[in-house]
């Protein structure tokens, strides 16, 4: 209570140090919550691809781009060593023409289900059931698509114009899954099929289609060699292990983050400049009140912790208004992407607690000069200052 | 603590020990590199525990110089200070910082109370400075105003009292810890006649009830003569013993 009024006593200056912190730390929990959400989706990449090696064919650009191929690579690609299943699978893109998108992309997933039991990454069903291997216009839902497609158990949704039964809606998975709807591998090749041209597809066979293979290693093999051999064997095919994956996504995140956190840092030691400037601005109006302290006894730790508390309070308010307004913002930037999938923003209790605390320090940082020359003041002068 | 303070206070009044005992005392300001000013030229004075005495002398004369050191405030370039049969006048500022949260208070023309703190927390604010818990210098503090008659002025900022209520406040601040020794510089120095009358006034009844040694720096000649003694300070000397 006396440490809020030492602080109001200068009502307008103490509001717009405040600010500064605030600022800061809004722009610290908006963009952390950016990097936090990215931090999140690779790492559930990194989990999705934990144990296998993912094998398509080869085409400039990558990411999520399809290239048919032939299921003629599965029994070729099982008959090496280290290969205990290969699966083929498709993904597509749920709308043909969707444009770009924050992290991965609303996907159709199919497989030819034979690795079902080796996966490693299980998902669990929030309602309904997998799909079996003689499903037929049937899809399962993924969480973040129930909402767009008005998805219920039983209820029919439209698939690029067809109709499938949803038998299935899966609990949130943070990852791949989450944003995609898996249907039987005929119905996929189906689909794949009529999205080629029509130069293409009267030299293929709808039902020798695939996007890709899962390939699940033996136990003991090493899925980063695994991929590794499959490069070397099968030339025009690109296959990913684990740890490429992980490189991959890490080193391109990694900067992003850096810069997001960057910025947001810098904003926020704008805010500890103007702290500092409170604070010597305070200590010098008070002077005479110091000196006063001084001779009631104070002592010189006394002394620093006052001004200390005054300015970790300064940090600590500007830390938690920051904190409340980039919690309402992200809350509201969420909202407004949540039909469009693009929830870009999440806010983790290890950013929110951070940021406060890095506020309440930054308070207590740039109060360390002012403070300490405050409790080095001569009493005698000080008492004497006008 | 303070009680056995105030006990021996009490006990030296009667047997008219020393409180405080200057011996010596040089100091130099330098305002400037070829600016010094030479405050005190080795004052020497010494107060009788219980004792009320007033330091009278023209501006610059080291009437504040000496009630600083005396305070423990400021350190003498040279000479010893003495209070109640320590030398104090080596001690590190630590020490002095305690010696005075609970041996010596202060008075100051200007009253020198904190405007954004209450009545209650100024008076308050030296009993925590010397060791009490928050609760405690609050009641002790509530008592010390009460005392003064300012009871019903717990609440009020200083902006919202008199000068005299302000100097009230700030005489309860500086005997919340029952000091030894009240140190007054110019304590009615901004208070028209009357108030000057009733704070002196209060200041001699605390004087002969707890036997706590006054030395007030004042111009004021009825001040002066309020007192049990006076003492004439010039260029930084104690010239004149009047009794």
Request: net charge negative.
């Given at each position: 209570m006396r440490t809020f009024r030492n602080v109001f006593r200068r009502k307008l200056r103490a509001f717009l140090t405040i600010f500064g912190i605030t600022i800061g730390v809004f722009a610290l929990v908006v963009m952390g919550s950016l990097a936090e959400k990215i931090t999140l989706l690779v790492n559930g990449g990194t989990r999705f691809y934990s144990d296998k090696v993912t094998v398509s064919q080869s085409h400039e650009g990558g990411g999520f781009s399809v290239s048919p191929m032939s299921v003629s690579l599965i029994p070729k690609l099982e008959a090496m060593?280290?290969?205990?299943v290969a699966s083929a699978t498709i993904s597509v893109l749920f709308?043909?023409?969707?444009g770009a998108s924050f992290g991965v992309p609303d996907l159709i997933n199919a497989s030819d289900l034979r690795g079902q039991s080796l996966e490693s990454f299980k998902v669990s069903y929030a309602q309904g059931r997998p799909l079996k291997p003689?499903?037929?216009g049937k899809a399962v839902v993924g969480s973040d698509m129930v909402r767009k497609l008005n998805a219920q158990i039983g209820s029919t949704i439209k698939v690029r114009g067809r109709d499938f039964q949803v038998v299935g809606i899966l609990d949130k998975t943070l990852t791949i899954p989450d944003n995609s709807v898996e249907i039987p591998f005929k119905d996929a090749q189906s689909i794949l099929y009529n999205d080629l041209p029509d130069l293409v597809k009267s030299r293929?066979?709808?039902?020798?289609?695939?996007t890709g293979a899962t390939v699940y290693p033996k136990p003991g093999v090493d899925p980063n060699r695994l991929a590794q051999q499959i490069n070397d064997r099968f030339p025009g095919y690109q296959a990913v292990g684990p740890q490429k994956f992980q490189e991959q996504v890490t080193n391109s995140t990694r900067i992003f983050t850096t810069i997001v956190f960057g910025v947001a840092l810098i904003s926020l030691l704008v805010g500890g400049l103007s702290v500092i400037n409170t604070m010597t601005m305070s200590v010098y109006e008070r002077t005479r009140e110091v000196g006063i302290r001084k001779s009631l006894g104070a002592s010189n730790a006394r002394i620093i912790r006052q001004f200390l508390g005054e300015s970790a309070f300064i940090g600590g308010v500007g830390g938690v208004t920051g904190l409340a307004l980039g919690w309402l913002f992200t809350l509201a930037a969420n909202r407004a992407g949540e039909s469009s999938g693009t929830e870009v923003f999440l806010l983790t209790s290890r950013l929110a607690i951070g940021s406060v605390l890095f506020a309440i320090v930054l308070g207590v940082i740039s109060g360390l000069y002012p403070s300490w020359h405050a409790a080095r003041l001569n009493p005698v002068k000080a008492l004497r200052y006008e | 603590m303070s009680s056995d303070v105030r006990g021996e206070a009490q006990s030296q009044a009667r047997s008219g020990d020393t409180r405080l005992r200057a011996l010596d005392l040089h100091k130099t300001y330098e305002l400037g590199k070829e600016n010094l000013v030479?405050?005190?030229?080795?004052a020497s004075l010494e107060v009788a525990a219980g004792e009320m005495l007033a330091i009278m002398g023209p501006s610059g004369s080291g009437k504040s110089t000496i009630m600083h050191i005396m305070g423990c405030l400021d350190n003498p370039d040279r000479g010893e200070i003495w209070l109640g049969g320590r030398r104090v006048d080596n001690l590190k500022s630590r020490e002095l910082n305690r010696l005075r949260s609970k041996e010596v208070g202060f008075i100051f023309q200007g009253f020198n109370l904190i405007p954004t703190y209450t009545a209650l927390e100024n008076v308050a604010l030296a009993g925590e400075y010397a060791g009490m818990s928050r609760r405690r210098a609050k009641a002790v503090a509530a008592e010390a105003l009460a005392g003064i008659g300012l009871g019903k002025r717990l609440r009020h900022h200083p902006s919202e009292l008199s000068g005299g209520q302000q100097q009230r406040v700030a005489i309860a601040r500086a005997l919340v810890n029952e000091p030894g020794v009240v140190l007054g510089?110019?304590?009615?120095?901004?208070?028209?006649t009357a108030t000057s009358h009733e704070i002196m006034g209060m200041m001699r009844e605390i004087n002969q009830s707890t036997g706590t040694t006054f030395v007030l720096v004042t111009h004021n000649p009825e001040v002066a003569a309020a007192c049990d003694r006076k003492v004439c300070m010039l260029d930084g000397v104690v010239k004149r013993d009047v009794p």
């Open positions: 060593d280290g290969v205990q709308d043909k023409q969707q003689d499903d037929a293929l066979d709808s039902t020798r289609l695939a | 030479h405050a005190l030229r080795g510089d110019e304590p009615t120095g901004d208070l028209d």
